[in-house]
């Protein structure tokens, strides 16, 4: 299961109570106080992690508790502090504060319980006035799509983040012993520890993304390209989740990885199709890569689909249709390939076009040349409206 987006509840452990007591030993009278501290509570701590690839371990543990420490004892004996609660995430979290869920309904005492909450994952109602309620509140009115507050991203391996602080130990009644109160039974409670509502999201980090329509070839490239091993099959929506490979370049001793995006159609950034979600994985790659198939194998046009995934991506983020973007034009190997391409370089002469055919294997060793020089050396970038445009001009023909 590959889960990217999640909301925890976590919860750090309180602090240990403070103890009160008194010193009583043979031929020590009145022996004072002598009640330890309590222990800290444990921290609930976040850490990226090489090994963890996306979200799965919290869908079944979607609430985060660390214990709480331990209460302080006779003997000025502190209570021991709780380890922390650490949880793996993958590279490219981030993190948002997020609010509390709707309680079920008022009678409903249960569903007042932070924890019991969480669990609510009843499906949308219609109320009496006939309004859609939500299942889970929308983090923001844009449906969650830039929700506010992120308090983090882990973008390196092993980077923590101190998501809720365990409480301090209570002071035992050893603290409150002064010339005018010599027997203090005083003490203090641990602190509570923090606790919250977060909202997890992972943004795939890779150096370049491979958009493109279903069936474009896309997971056949990787395939070639790395030594991942996504699925490939002659159905649209094969891929359903973001699949990064690695490419090493020979003789440089430089490396790559890309990813793999599930397929994108027109109204993607209004979440159809596979929709938005997958798109907010393209967002930290620093280079686009269009793959078309050439050959309009499956009765579309090369081109139109070039020009709808432009305005997908600019839709969705404008800033992420700034980025630099090259073409792949797949499927050289089938009849009209060729003629597609003349087409494309003349109705954009500047666009930068690499030809393969991923399932022959052809033109994979040119594209490995370019990508190395569009990821490592200076890229240059094509104008966004030179597409956008030339998109409107075709559909007012
Ligand atoms: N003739 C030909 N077929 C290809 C080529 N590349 C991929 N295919 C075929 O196209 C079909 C789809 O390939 P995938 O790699 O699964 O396509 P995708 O873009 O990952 O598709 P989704 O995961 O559904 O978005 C498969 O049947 C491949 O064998 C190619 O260069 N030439
Ligand atoms: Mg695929």
């Given at each position: 299961m590959f889960v990217d987006r999640i909301k925890v509840f976590a919860q750090a452990g309180n602090g240990g109570r403070g103890c009160v007591s008194f010193r009583r030993e043979k031929f020590v009278p009145r022996g004072g106080p002598d009640g330890g501290d309590g222990g800290r509570g444990g921290d609930v701590i976040l850490r990226a992690d090489i090994h963890t690839d996306n979200l799965s371990n919290l869908f079944y543990e979607p609430i985060i508790k660390a214990k709480s420490g331990v209460h302080g004892q006779g003997k000025k004996k502190h209570g021991r502090a709780a380890v922390a609660k650490v949880i793996k995430v993958p590279i490219g979290t981030v993190v948002y504060r997020a609010e509390a869920p709707v309680p079920r309904n008022d009678d409903d005492e249960a569903s007042t319980d932070p924890v019991a909450a969480v669990y609510d994952r009843r499906t949308p109602q219609v109320s009496e006035l006939g309004i859609n309620i939500p299942a889970v509140p929308a983090i923001n009115a844009d449906g969650g799509h830039r929700p506010p507050l992120q308090i983090a991203d882990l973008t390196h391996d092993g980077e923590e983040f101190i998501l809720c602080q365990g409480g301090g130990g209570g002071k035992g009644n050893v603290h409150f012993k002064s010339s005018r109160n010599r027997a203090p039974v005083q003490y203090t409670e641990g602190e509570e520890g923090e606790q919250g509502h977060f909202l997890f999201e992972l943004r795939t980090m890779a150096d370049a993304a491979l958009v493109g329509y279903p069936n474009a070839g896309k997971s056949t490239l990787l395939g070639k390209l790395s030594a991942a091993h996504p699925k490939v099959a002659p159905y649209p929506f094969t891929t359903l989740y973001p699949i990064v490979g690695v490419v090493d370049f020979a003789g440089d001793y430089r490396r790559a990885s890309i990813a793999d995006i599930p397929g994108l159609i027109e109204g993607a950034h209004h979440n159809v199709g596979l929709g938005h979600d997958f798109l907010r994985h393209i967002t930290r790659c620093r280079v686009l890569l269009f793959v078309l198939d050439i050959a309009g194998?499956?009765?579309?046009?090369p081109i139109e689909d070039l020009q709808n995934l432009r305005r997908e991506i600019d839709l969705y983020d404008p800033r992420l249709s700034e980025r630099p973007w090259f073409v792949i034009a797949n499927k050289m190997d089938l009849p009209g390939a060729d003629e597609n391409l003349r087409t494309l370089h003349q109705r954009f002469p500047n666009l930068e076009v690499v030809a393969i055919s991923a399932s022959q294997s052809d033109g994979l060793a040119e594209l490995r040349t370019r990508l190395e020089q569009w990821l490592f050396g200076e890229t240059k970038r094509l104008p966004e409206e030179t597409v956008i445009e030339t998109a409107e001009v075709m559909v007012a023909e």
């Amino acid at each position: 299961m590959f889960v990217d987006r999640i909301k925890v509840f976590a919860q750090a452990g309180n602090g240990g109570r403070g103890c009160v007591s008194f010193r009583r030993e043979k031929f020590v009278p009145r022996g004072g106080p002598d009640g330890g501290d309590g222990g800290r509570g444990g921290d609930v701590i976040l850490r990226a992690d090489i090994h963890t690839d996306n979200l799965s371990n919290l869908f079944y543990e979607p609430i985060i508790k660390a214990k709480s420490g331990v209460h302080g004892q006779g003997k000025k004996k502190h209570g021991r502090a709780a380890v922390a609660k650490v949880i793996k995430v993958p590279i490219g979290t981030v993190v948002y504060r997020a609010e509390a869920p709707v309680p079920r309904n008022d009678d409903d005492e249960a569903s007042t319980d932070p924890v019991a909450a969480v669990y609510d994952r009843r499906t949308p109602q219609v109320s009496e006035l006939g309004i859609n309620i939500p299942a889970v509140p929308a983090i923001n009115a844009d449906g969650g799509h830039r929700p506010p507050l992120q308090i983090a991203d882990l973008t390196h391996d092993g980077e923590e983040f101190i998501l809720c602080q365990g409480g301090g130990g209570g002071k035992g009644n050893v603290h409150f012993k002064s010339s005018r109160n010599r027997a203090p039974v005083q003490y203090t409670e641990g602190e509570e520890g923090e606790q919250g509502h977060f909202l997890f999201e992972l943004r795939t980090m890779a150096d370049a993304a491979l958009v493109g329509y279903p069936n474009a070839g896309k997971s056949t490239l990787l395939g070639k390209l790395s030594a991942a091993h996504p699925k490939v099959a002659p159905y649209p929506f094969t891929t359903l989740y973001p699949i990064v490979g690695v490419v090493d370049f020979a003789g440089d001793y430089r490396r790559a990885s890309i990813a793999d995006i599930p397929g994108l159609i027109e109204g993607a950034h209004h979440n159809v199709g596979l929709g938005h979600d997958f798109l907010r994985h393209i967002t930290r790659c620093r280079v686009l890569l269009f793959v078309l198939d050439i050959a309009g194998s499956e009765g579309r046009h090369p081109i139109e689909d070039l020009q709808n995934l432009r305005r997908e991506i600019d839709l969705y983020d404008p800033r992420l249709s700034e980025r630099p973007w090259f073409v792949i034009a797949n499927k050289m190997d089938l009849p009209g390939a060729d003629e597609n391409l003349r087409t494309l370089h003349q109705r954009f002469p500047n666009l930068e076009v690499v030809a393969i055919s991923a399932s022959q294997s052809d033109g994979l060793a040119e594209l490995r040349t370019r990508l190395e020089q569009w990821l490592f050396g200076e890229t240059k970038r094509l104008p966004e409206e030179t597409v956008i445009e030339t998109a409107e001009v075709m559909v007012a023909e």
